[in-house]
């Protein structure tokens, strides 16, 4: 696979993880505790992390900033996009009871449905996607400092 798509590759897999996540929290009954999905951060912030790593080695020399930065960003949304049609699925076919206790567990004052936890999921997935790339990216970015010797003083 080309380095025209890491971002293709990453984003599916950081997706699949998700989902396993949430189907292994599921099993447990522990799905319904918002805390839990703390972990999704740090699951989307490894597979970008590790799809600017990537790109990073194949591209060597050619790796710019605006390369890195869209690999990350577009394995980001790419995962989230993946994780909300699942999670699309999940809230109106296997599990409608699902919504309807975050809502009241969790935003009982504002009983809008379902969609609007799956809007949140794609705000948070987009935002978190958005800074972990810029932070990442001050790691790997390349530097502009230039090797050059100072004078010394006679």
Known sequence: MGAKHIHLRYG???AIVLIAYFLIVKLFDLHENIWLRLLNGVIVGYG???SIRFKRLVQREKFDYYAGATTGIFTGFIATLIFVGF???YMFHLDPAFPETIMN???????QG???LLFIIAVEGFASSVVLTLAFMQKFKPSWNLSRKIPQKA
């Open 12 to 14: 599916i897999v950081t």
């Open 48 to 50: 970008i992390y590790a």
């Open 87 to 89: 999670m699309s699925i």
């Open 105 to 111: 567990t969790w935003i009982e004052s504002y009983n």
């Open 114 to 116: 379902p969609g609007i």
